[in-house]
């Protein structure tokens, strides 16, 4: 590799929740970097997965959902969003085709109007902040091209898109041609990170994330919001394998029953799931032991947010 003509940089996505961010990540990077789950807000702190195209390194930034926020987590994730997409060299604003297209119908669900509400306050946002993104329209496995080209039409016009790309993150088509013109826009550097690197999490903070997955996969209406999950001990073990223990911190005594479920049943089948994908990621045995604990305050805790490189006083 001739350090002379190689490029670097961030490209931030940014988005509503639910718009598919992590998944466009994921499928950008080749291997899965952040968490993807059905449900909204899902990411909690900025995550970045490193893309290769030729001798161009892109360090994409997968962000929180864009939302209005009431807790102080929800604020924290919000202005983390936008802190990611200052910083960049490329913005992608992605957006939720299928959500757009049934607002525009007139046949929306509660969340698809609040998701076309969202991508209105990114808008405004977006001209506020005097910069231009890339408008990245996702979900076009599940559309009809027709209402695609209206959609990319009117978002135009808002004047804070210099070019749309149409994408399935989930089936990966349009993102090759997204990708080679993001690796256009990164200035001229060295590569920012090791050739064979693709993630940059913290063992132990990448393993409770893939915990939080399951929760969030598994667990339904408030209590995902209500849950956090700590690596409290991350270990080499015998032959080769790893011990990992982590807290799962619920809000209230009430909660721990639907964690548990039936005969605990909920709990073995998070533990069992994570355990498993913890195995491929990390590519050797894993004895993982999980643990609920009441902590009403945690999502109040100075040290959590820190942890996640996120701003308290927000
Ligand atoms: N049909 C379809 N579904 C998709 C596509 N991309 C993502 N999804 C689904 O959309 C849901 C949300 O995906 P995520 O990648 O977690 O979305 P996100 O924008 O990161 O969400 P937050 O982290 O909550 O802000 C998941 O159920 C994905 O499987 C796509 O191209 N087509
Ligand atoms: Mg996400």
Sequence with gaps: MNEHNTRAGFAAIIGAPNAGKSTLVNRLVGAKVSIVTQKVQTTRFPVKGVALAGDVQIVLVDTPGIFKPRRRLDRAMVRSAWGGAEDADAVVHLVDAQAEIAVAGGRATGAEKKSADDVESIVAGLKGAKRKAILALNKIDVVKRDNLLGLAGRLFETGVYDEVFMVSAANGS?????KNRLAELMPPSPWLYPEDQTA??????????????????????????AATVETTSFADAKEGSVRIEQTIFIEREGQRAIILGKGGQTLKWIGENARKELTEILDRPVHLFLHVKVKENWAEERGLYSDLGLDFDV
């Design 200 to 225: 940059d999490l913290p063992s132990r903070l990448l393993a409770a994330e893939i915990t939080r997955e399951k929760i969030y996969l598994r667990v339904h209406e408030e209590l995902p919001y």
């Design 174 to 178: 349009g993102v090759e041609d997204l």
